[in-house]
C-alpha cells in the first residue's frame, strides 16, 4: 500500500492512498485542493475517490476544486452527513466496504467528535480523522463521553496491535504534555515523549503511530488502568464512561 502524507494549513493532514502497484491513488480529508494537486502532480499520481471522516470544514475545504479537476469521481462519507459533505456521493455506515484505487476499506462508524464521524480501516492501516489523535482524541463538538469513549475504546483499541493509524492533526507533542500529568511514571510515556520531541525538533511528523503505542500512552485508551482512575478524581467503582468524561474535561482545561 502507498500512502502519500500532505501537511496543510497549520497543523493538519491530508493523505493520498493507493495500491502499491498502482498510480491510482484516493485522498482522504483533503483539507485544501492545491496541496493534493501538487502532490498528484509531483507522484504522477490520478485521483480516483474522496474519502471524509467527517464534515469540518478543514477536512472537505478541497471537495469541490478536486471535482472540477476529477468530474465524476465519488465522494464517500457518513450518510448523517448528506447535505454537509461537498460533493458527497456515497452514503456509507458501520460495516460498509469502500474499494477506492485498488484499497478496499471497511467504514467504522466512530461518533463523538462529529454525529456522523467515521473511519477507514484495513488490515494494515486506519484513517481516524479527528477520533484518535497521536496520545490523545477529539474534541466533542456534537457528541458525548459515552459515544466517544465507545468510538474509541471498544472500536479503535480493538484493531490489531499492528495497525498503523494516521490521523489528522499534528497535536502529538501537547497531548504528550497533558499525558505525562495523568500518568507522571508511565515509563512508556516519558520514553515517547524523548522520541516526539526529537522527532519535532527535527521537522518531523508524528503520523503515523500504531494502536499498540496508543493503548501504552494514551490515557483516553487507559481509562481502566488505575493510575488514570486516580489522576481524574475517580474511583475503582467508578464506569469506565464517567473517567472518560472526567478525563476529557481535564483536558479542555488543560
Not at 465519488?74 to 455506515?93: E, F, L, N
Not at 492533526?169 to 511514571?185: D, G, V
Not at 489522576?231 to 467508578?238: D, F, K, L, W
Request: proline share 5%; glycine share 8%; hydrophobic share 35%.
Amino acid at each position: 500500500m502507498r500512502v502519500v502524507t500532505i501537511p496543510c494549513r497549520t497543523d493538519n493532514y491530508t493523505y493520498l492512498v493507493g495500491a502499491a502497484d498502482t498510480h491510482r491513488v484516493a485522498v482522504v480529508d483533503p483539507c485544501d485542493a492545491e496541496p493534493v494537486l501538487d502532490a498528484l502532480h509531483e507522484g504522477q499520481l490520478e485521483l480516483v475517490a474522496i474519502l471524509n471522516t467527517h464534515h469540518h470544514g478543514d477536512h472537505v475545504g478541497g471537495n469541490l476544486e478536486l471535482l472540477r479537476r476529477f468530474p465524476g469521481i465519488p465522494v464517500y462519507a457518513h450518510h448523517s452527513d448528506r447535505g454537509r459533505i461537498p460533493g458527497q456521493t456515497h452514503a456509507v455506515d458501520e460495516g460498509d466496504t469502500v474499494t477506492a484505487a485498488d484499497v478496499e476499506y471497511r467504514v467504522v462508524f466512530v461518533p463523538g467528535h462529529t454525529r456522523g464521524h467515521i473511519a477507514y480501516v484495513t488490515e494494515q492501516v486506519a484513517f481516524v480523522g479527528d477520533t484518535l489523535f497521536g496520545a490523545g482524541c477529539g474534541r466533542l463538538f456534537e457528541g458525548t463521553p459515552e459515544q466517544m469513549n465507545h468510538s474509541m475504546n471498544h472500536k479503535l483499541a480493538r484493531l490489531p496491535d499492528h495497525t498503523r493509524v494516521y490521523f489528522a492533526h499534528e497535536y502529538t507533542a501537547a497531548n504528550l504534555r497533558f499525558a505525562s500529568t495523568i500518568e507522571p511514571h508511565n515509563e512508556a510515556l516519558q520514553s515517547r515523549i524523548q522520541q516526539v520531541t526529537q522527532m519535532r525538533a527535527r521537522g518531523e511528523w508524528t503520523t503515523p503511530t500504531t494502536i499498540a503505542l496508543e493503548k501504552q500512552t494514551n490515557p483516553f485508551l487507559r481509562v481502566g488502568e488505575a493510575s488514570v482512575i486516580r489522576a481524574v478524581g475517580t474511583s475503582s467503582q467508578t464506569s469506565a464512561d464517567a473517567v472518560f468524561a472526567a478525563l476529557r474535561r481535564a483536558k479542555d482545561r488543560f
